[in-house]
């Protein structure tokens, strides 16, 4: 009994003493001793620091709904005496958003509401949103930010560039993506050879490294199949026909040959096919690989493609250049002695499957080929793959991760699913785009992105419209004709390899344009020679540049600049003593190479531009590096009289 | 000294609060009893058997502490805790990392919970085999079986709460498997439990008032009969 008694008083004992322990645990909790921490940083500091009143600090953000309690150790948030402290004190990088108003878990994820280190990040039982990885973190931009190019914010716009050139929308729904112009497969029989075409099914990254064709990982048999069935499709958009060779190419002497190949040659470097096709590797990469052209397509298709571009492949942003009947056929003997593949493997004779047009059609179909290309006849397909709108709002109970053996996490998931996208089942479908890591980085920052879960509608950040540019009349169509949006951008549409032409008629002057169609050069010292020329007649280009004089054009960059000669002196000291311009730009050869020369500048510029140009160059082209020198007018003026002054 | 100790039993504030003198004869320990109203629970005399520990094994005794434990970290709680879609959950979370030993406390209140539904199913076994069901004693039988079942429907309200996922879908499932009563009356039944035909805004007031106050007093005032039958038939 007694030993009951005394059992009954120990066991008393100890639970008291375990509930001692209780409120001692609270008392000393996780955060205080940070906060210990940080007051004895702060005083080995040369500045002076306030210290941290020792409690539990949050933000609430009502906007967003939330409550974040991460300053409570991270105290030195604003504090730029904290820039190289170490973690959690360190000072928050420079960003344009005030914490108390955005708090800190809508950009980088994690639990707000927790006080303690592991709670907080998040990778915690019953938290499916854990922090975002540091290399993901510009993903969070993108929930509120919907542009095509979000500043400061480099990687996700690359992201999002990927995801519209490697044309991720032809299989998944994806907001703000448009799909890519993809070759007509209409046709292709007539086109290229049966060996070309089963290698290139087989890795078409072997032909063109920068095609934007990935790898379906076709087997050997389906890659005949397909392409027995593909070699069976001759006939041409439109039922557009080959043009016949001139009887130059088809029976000239091989003297005759020479000499127009020779032609052909000049025509080539003339026309700077380089601009926009990459040759053996080096070029462009807007176009495919001309390198080994010959041994893809024939000769009649490419000098009828030459001819008329649009004719049997509607749509294509290749310019009809201007060439004679001969050039055209000089061109193609050029091509066909020079851009041969010798290494081509020539595919052995074989049997075609004797149901192989069902079973093309079929897997055509199953690989989501029309997803991309278009086939007369056959639908243009509906997206296949998942719904990528709201894909940064997936949950990890709604993976399946297979047995990839990767950390269960959303961020992680896209990763790996982006850089080898049949790990998680061998039955999907997916083709391999085989992207680099920083390519399979940025597309999952900009794929995590996609959500819009929890975000107000007044925080949110819309993409622009799209321009509805579209130019009328004869100009619009020796714009078409010519794929100007090829390369250039004119009020917000088309691409931007060059200029920007919507004030072209303010900036340059008459004159000058007319020159440059006929004998295009590059005004920077810096860069490779682009535009190229396309023969255009004189009629085309007074359509063009009187088109330009009346809409690309501006009053308010217009400006009358009176010419003395003591403007003239002090322009010259602006320009080489006070503001050193030749830093950056070449006169008469001598300067820096990164500006445009400035020679001829008065037989190139009107006045009015290079005024308002100077005041604020960011005006006209934010993304330039002329700097923004704060010129009174005076100054601007005299400047304009000195440039205007080289002619 | 004695005579301050006299002096303070002579008082008249003592005296009003203790009727009776010091327990030194059979007639004043007997009254120490009776009029005491805590010990008053307890029958006057016991049969030696029963007190032996082995014999109940205190179960019934430790299920009415653990409910206590609960009564006492739930009124806490429910200091922190508001029955809300909005601010439940962050409630919790609150209590979790920022209340004052508010961690200790959801945890002592969980764990007592779990504890409780367990001692109470032990008791209800050791009645069963010590054959303290027979008469005179069936009726209470009946009582503690009522009083089982307040226990599992007191965990089970308490476990939507948290208004987490665990919750939502308990919630669901629960009051779907209400549903498949025949008849036409699951679906009523159900669509009372809940306020509505999901599980929300409704069915968590609903659950926090049956968990915080509705099966507690009813609990209650079934002990209270479960005692005095207990000590009538002359248990511990």
Known sequence: MTKLRLSFALSGVVFLLVLAVAPLKDFFREWKWYQYEYNDLITELPQKVKPAEIGIKQVWVRGLDRIDRCGTCHLGLSEPALQEARQPFRAHPRIDHDFEEFGCTVCHEGQGAATTYKGSVGKVEYWDKPMHPTKFMEASCGKCHKEKEVLHAPILTAGRKLIQESNCAACHRTEGVEKQWTPSLDGIGSKVNRSWLVNWLKNPKAYFVKTRMPNFLLSDEEVNILADFLMTLKTFPHDATLDRLPTVLTSGTETQREKLAELGATRLSEARCISCHSINGRGGTVATELGKVASKANPAWLYSYMKNPKRLQPGVEMPRYRFSETELAAVVASIQSEFVDYDMEEQPPHTPDPSYFEKGRALFKKYNCSGCHELGGMMKAEEMGPDLTSIGAKRIYEIDFGRSGIEQALPSYLFTKVKSPRVFSPTMKMPSYEFTDEEAQAITVALLGNTEEGIPEEFK???????????????????????????????????????????????????????????????????????????????????????????????????????????MAKGKMLYYEKYGCQACHQINLKGGYVGPALDKAGSRLKPGWIFHWLKDPQAFKPETIEPKNNLTDEEAEALTVFLMSLK | MKSLWQRLFASQVWRSIFRHGLPESNRTRAEAVFYNFFLHIHPTKVRKRSVKFTYTWGLGGLSFGLFIVLTV???????????????????????????????????????????????????????????????????????????????????????LLPWDQLAFWGISVGTNMARAVPFGVGDNISFLLLGGNIVGENALVRFYVLHCFVLPVAATMLMGIHFWRVRKDGGV
């Open chain 1, 461 to 567: 950040v819309p993409a622009k419209p799209q321009s509805t540019y579209a130019p009328q009349g004869e100009f619009g169509k020796l714009v078409d004709d010519l794929a100007c949006f090829g390369c250039h951008t004119m009020f917000g549409r088309g691409r931007l390899v060059a200029t920007d032409l919507t004030l072209e008629a303010s900036q340059a002057q008459r004159k000058w344009i007319e020159k440059y169609f006929k004998i295009p050069y590059s005004l920077r010292p810096i860069l490779p020679e682009r535009m190229p020329n396309l023969f255009v007649s004189d009629a085309e280009i007074k359509v063009m540049v009187d088109y330009m004089e009346k809409v690309f054009i501006a009053d308010s960059v217009e400006r009358e600049v009176r010419v003395d000669q003591a403007r």
């Open chain 2, 73 to 159: 970290t739930g009124a806490l709680l429910m200091l922190y805790y508001r029955p809300s879609v909005p601010q439940a959950y962050w409630d919790m979370k609150d209590l979790q990392y920022v209340v004052s030993s508010g961690q200790f406390l959801r945890n002592m209140h969980r764990w007592a919970a779990h504890a409780m539904v367990a001692v109470v199913f032990l008791h209800m076994l050791r009645v069963f085999f010590t054959g303290s069901y027979r008469p005179p004693k069936e009726f209470n039988w009946v009582i503690g079986v009522v009083l089982l079942v307040f226990t599992i429907l007191l965990s089970y309200t308490g476990y």
